[in-house]
């Protein structure tokens, strides 16, 4: 049989080729986006009309203008009116690091097949333990986004505090995590993915600060525990997703340790911020903490999807899963840190430890704290600026680069106000100058920024409040 698209797709000479003119339409995107050459932040399209335009590219589309046109039809988070959802505009050196993952493409299920970014997967998580506060005895591991890492943690959870053997022989009791009510929508995934039912998500409300109540959480735990629930373990966010707002880590800490509860904090998008001396503060305890989760792709600069999951004792890191793969690990006592499949629930995973490395080892650790402080800056300077508007109203006093806010009118209703608010976000979507999201606090519709950019600046908050006001004139 004749190899000849074989020998196509593989020719180092083609892939030259193909790789120069890419990375070149790349750098003139980064150029066009940074600097604002380009007009728009997204292309609005239907979803139908998107779906067409693909099928009909499939069939007709010039192969050579592939990568211009889905260019042409993403959001462009290098741009710094790109204002919208938790992912960074990742340094283009990371990318780079990323494409040497996607080339060599060893799985790192056992160390032979990852002998380098397993190294350096250590390397990564030990420094990252230490910025956090732990000791010598800490250890964690990368994986494939919070998702994953947040149900990995608490699966670590229930087995060092469930007494029976849940992994191999199931539940035996009704068990349950306290968690606060706006917490990230994967907390709640991962405890019926692990069959805890609604029951065994003990929702903590709200302070009017729109973070997790602490004064009640000894009536919320007896309640559990007259109802036969074993509670396990308790998480804190660092901060919620909806509103910035980071819980008073110190205080759930404080709590876990009078029940022995696992205290396991979600620090996703704010855990970044044990690399700025400023800001620092919004996670005083999180050293206190049996897990952390921290993202790589949110406030760290990586391309997606790259997560560290940290455990106060390392040997947690590993006992999670008792499983065995004859043809892959050997049983051991030993730690046995080099084989990690052992760690995650993925076999196959991506070498994304090399993005870290690269970036730390070419920028050093002071490139987190620029991002993490100038971004966070610029949150509580937008909320200044939100405060001093008398058309708007601001959900809550900024903590982090996350900032609610609305539209007000006295002479207007609440159900009102929300179809302004949600017109005003459409708007924008459509128009494509800014791409901001959205939020609901209880029955009220908020705008929801998330400050990514490191070059969005108070002159594109400023244009952003203009073209609302415009927009409800």
């Known amino acids: 049989m004749k190899k000849k698209l074989l020998q196509q797709a593989y020719s180092p000479e083609d892939f030259r080729k193909r790789g120069h003119r890419l990375v070149d339409e790349l750098a003139n995107h980064l150029d066009n986006t940074l600097n604002e050459k380009s007009e728009k932040v997204i292309q609005w399209n239907l979803p139908?009309?998107?779906?067409?335009?693909?099928?009909?590219?499939?069939?007709?589309?010039?192969?050579t203008k592939l990568f211009p046109e889905i260019l042409k039809h993403t959001t462009h988070v290098h741009n710094p009116r790109y204002i919208g959802h938790q992912v960074s505009p990742p340094a283009p050196l990371g990318s780079l690091a990323g494409l040497i993952s996607s080339l060599l493409n060893n799985g790192m299920a056992v160390y032979e097949m990852g002998m380098a970014p397993s190294a350096i997967e250590r390397i990564i998580t030990e420094f990252i333990c230490a910025k956090i506060g732990y000791d010598e005895n800490s250890r964690g591991f990368l994986?494939?986004?919070?998702?994953l890492a947040n149900l990995t943690a608490l699966l670590s959870a229930r087995k060092a505090k469930v007494q029976h053997d849940v992994?191999?022989?199931?539940?035996?009791?009704?068990?349950?995590?306290?968690?606060?009510?706006?917490?990230?929508?994967?907390?709640?995934?991962?405890?019926?993915?692990?069959?805890?039912?609604?029951?065994?998500?003990?929702?903590?409300?709200?302070?009017?600060?729109?973070?997790?109540?602490?004064?009640?959480?000894e009536e919320y735990y007896q309640k559990a525990v007259k109802k036969g629930i074993k509670v396990f373990a308790i998480v804190g966010?660092?901060?919620?997703?909806?509103?910035?707002?980071?819980?008073?880590?110190?205080?759930?800490?404080?709590?876990?340790?009078?029940?022995d509860l696992w205290f396991h904090v979600d620090g996703a998008h704010g855990g970044a911020s044990i690399f700025s001396p400023k800001y620092q503060h919004t996670v005083q305890g999180i050293d206190q903490a049996d897990s952390v989760v921290i993202d790589g792709?949110?406030?760290?600069?990586?391309?997606?999807?790259?997560?560290?999951?940290?455990?106060?004792d390392g040997n947690h890191s590993h006992t999670t899963f008792s499983q065995k793969a004859d043809y892959l690990l050997e049983q051991s006592e030993d730690e046995d840190w080099y084989n990690l499949a052992k760690r995650t629930f993925e076999c196959t995973k991506t070498m994304m430890s090399i993005q870290w490395y690269t970036?730390?080892?070419?920028y050093g650790a002071g490139i987190f704290d620029e991002y993490v402080t100038t971004l966070y800056d610029l949150g509580h300077q937008f909320g200044k600026m939100i405060e001093n508007n008398p058309q708007l109203d601001l959900a809550v006093k900024p903590m982090s680069n996350i900032v609610c806010f609305r539209f007000i009118d006295d002479s207007l209703s609440p159900s009102e106000l929300n179809k302004i608010n949600e017109h005003i976000r459409?708007?924008?979507?459509?128009?494509?100058e800014f791409y901001i999201v959205q939020t609901k606090l209880g029955v009220i519709y908020y705008l929801r920024t998330t400050i990514m950019n490191p070059f969005t600046t108070k002159e594109h908050l400023d244009r952003l409040l203009e073209r609302i006001s415009a927009i409800v004139k």
Not at 237 to 259: M, R
Not at 426 to 432: A, S, T
């Open 297 to 312: 792709h949110k406030m760290m600069m990586m391309p997606t999807i790259t997560t560290a999951l940290l455990y106060k």
């Open 359 to 362: 970036i730390l080892k070419t």
């Open 48 to 63: 139908e009309d998107e779906y067409i335009f693909w099928k009909d590219f499939m069939k007709d589309g010039d192969e």
């Open 237 to 259: 966010s660092a901060p919620a997703t909806a509103v910035g707002i980071y819980d008073d880590l110190d205080a759930i800490a404080a709590f876990s340790k009078k029940y």
């Open 426 to 432: 459409q708007r924008l979507l459509e128009d494509g």
């Open 167 to 217: 992994w191999n022989k199931g539940h035996h009791q009704d068990l349950g995590i306290m968690v606060y009510e706006e917490a990230h929508y994967c907390v709640d995934r991962a405890a019926k993915i692990m069959g805890l039912g609604e029951k065994g998500i003990i929702k903590i409300p709200a302070t009017s600060n729109f973070n997790m109540d602490i004064s009640v959480l």
């Open 143 to 147: 994986t494939s986004g919070g998702t």
